[in-house]
């Protein structure tokens, strides 16, 4: 009898019971091995009949378990082989997939790519590099014991196995398993024609004479599980968010009896440390690799934020506050508008601002007043670890009152901090805290930010495209995507993107000495300020 091979096999149940799970026919196992022929230990003589077609695969050539011919513990040999194209993806299997979405313009690669690509698997992909263990002794692997027909529980257990080994398979290209396959076979025939030689020296053996675990199987099944969760930017989350599920299984087991103290050590250059986990290995590698690839990613970045929409909003925002009856309403403006304005004015990404201090402002607040309007400028103190870097340290950039655009940086600064000084009493701690003094995240101010853009389009249509959502706005990135667009546009040069911004590369970071004093940074600073305040100048 033929068995759909996209239904993994599973277990005679106990009799008397339903051998149906959700209204399909399962076949329990075969209790003779007929066609069954070759030697364990020489992979180039297996023969067995396809699982799904019943076509006899011979000499080795097609999809065979590492264990066709190997008892393992108290179960007999497996004998499960497929024709390449016959190892299919379950008909229950509803992990994501790129060609699920269907608005292409947010995806990373054309979806059409992929159509027929993770479904199958190949000939020889059982000789790829990592072992290839069928489902059903991959299933007594991870559980120790034979499926039930009717247990729901093992059915999709099944299936999520399934897509894992599809998912490992695909990380090599379908030309690559092709020229492996071709190449063995044409230099083992030729050895063994024209060479005294024991098969045994040139053909390694198949199969994992254990049951039990030695890949990281349990890991990738809760890892594609993890898949199946609702997603922001797509119906299910996103690679990036499923990849954590290895890490923290990484930092468990090494936080575990398996540690390792053992180093490898380079000069000049960082440590490395040994690890034996599953995580680590190259099957797992090779999982982790092929979910990517089936998975895709729906990039979605937050729009840039223009001089002209900063204008916009600040406009929206000075109506609010101007016609506001309450000092709460004031201070939600004050708030939303200083952190988009500190945001834009020095390149800082969202997670940065909240690092602004409040006693650094007030430092330096009534030095920074002084001289010509055209040469007042604001000196944004931060105090913290910034990205890409280890230590806490002191970082100041320059904002200026006047610029190309008279953004109004300097009136909703003093809004803010007569705010901080007058009305809250505050002169130490950060500029942006919650009621508990802690440092306040940025989700605490972007919905306002949001609603500001909505108004400043619904009065100048023309500030946002009509295909672009408030939505596809966050303080998060849309200040400093617009900056640094906007200074690029006006000609600023590299150099002093770069100094704002700190892309260093890694031989200039080796020179800064983080942790000096406040003052001592400042003065630093001081002897850049005219080349530091042509960013903010240019917006």
């Not at 020489?42 to 799904?52: A, D, K, P, S, V």
């Not at 994501?96 to 790519?113: C, F, H, I, K, M």
């Not at 709460?328 to 690092?355: K, W």
């Amino acid at each position: 009898m033929q068995r759909d091979s996209a239904s993994p096999l599973v277990a005679q149940p106990p009799r008397g019971q339903d051998s149906t799970i959700q209204g399909r026919e399962e076949y329990p196992l075969p209790t003779d091995r007929q066609g069954v022929g070759g030697t364990q230990d020489n992979y180039m003589t297996w023969t067995g009949h396809c699982l799904e077609c019943s076509t006899i695969r011979k000499r080795g050539h097609g999809l065979f378990c590492g264990n066709f011919l190997l008892a393992r513990g108290d179960y007999p040999p497996c004998g499960s082989v497929w024709c390449g194209k016959c190892y299919k993806e379950s008909r229950n299997d509803h992990f994501p997939r790129l060609d699920d979405n269907q608005n292409g313009s947010d995806l990373e690669v054309d979806a059409a790519y992929t159509q027929n690509r993770y479904r199958c698997g190949r000939d020889g992909d059982h000789l790829m590099g990592v072992p290839f263990e069928c489902d059903l002794c991959s299933f007594r692997n991870v559980v120790g014991r034979d499926p039930v027909i009717t247990d729901g529980r093992d059915e999709f257990t099944l299936t999520a196995i399934r897509r894992v080994l599809l998912d490992v398979m695909w990380a090599r290209e379908p030309d690559t398993v092709t020229s492996n396959w071709s190449r063995a076979r044409r230099d083992y025939d030729m050895a063994v024609d024209n060479l005294s030689l024991d098969y045994r020296t040139i053909l390694p053996v198949l199969g994992n004479p254990g049951v039990g675990d030695r890949v990281g199987l349990g890991v990738a099944l809760t890892t594609v599980l993890a898949s199946l969760r609702q997603g922001k930017n797509a119906a299910n989350v996103q690679f990036d968010t499923i990849r954590k599920t290895q890490t923290w299984y990484a930092n468990a087991y090494d936080a575990g009896e398996n540690f390792s103290c053992e180093t490898v050590v380079g000069l000049d250059q960082k440590k490395q440390y040994v690890s034996t986990g599953h995580t680590f290995g190259k099957w797992f590698s090779r999982f982790m690799r092929g979910a990517r690839l089936r998975m895709g990613m729906v990039r979605r970045q937050n729009e840039a934020l223009t001089s002209k929409m900063v204008l916009g909003v600040c406009a929206e925002a000075e109506k609010i506050w101007t016609l506001a009856h309450s000092e709460v309403r004031r201070t939600e403006m004050e708030d939303a508008v200083c952190f988009m304005l500190i945001a834009f004015g020095t390149g800082l990404r969202g997670e940065e601002v909240p690092l602004v201090s409040l006693d650094g402002l007030l430092t330096f607040w009534i030095e920074t007043r002084r001289g010509d309007h055209s040469d007042r400028y604001m000196m944004m103190t931060l105090s913290g670890r910034f990205k890409g870097e280890v230590d806490s340290r002191w970082h100041m950039v320059p904002i200026c009152d006047k610029t190309r655009s008279n953004i109004p940086f300097r009136l909703w600064m003093e809004r803010i901090m007569r705010r901080r000084v007058n009305c809250q009493h505050r002169t130490k701690g950060w500029l942006f805290e919650t009621k508990t003094g802690a440092r306040a995240k940025l989700g605490k101010y972007d919905p306002t930010f949001r609603s500001l853009v909505t108004l400043a389009r619904a009065t100048n249509s023309r500030l946002v495209a009509s295909a672009i959502e408030p939505d596809d706005f966050s303080l998060w990135r849309s200040p400093r995507r617009g900056a640094v667009l906007e200074t690029t546009q006006q000609g600023v040069d590299t150099k002093v993107m770069e100094l704002i911004n700190r892309w260093r590369s890694k031989e200039a970071a080796k020179g800064s000495t983080p942790n000096l004093p406040m003052r001592q940074v400042y003065t630093e600073v001081k002897s850049t300020l005219p080349t530091m305040m042509q960013y903010s100048r240019a917006l």
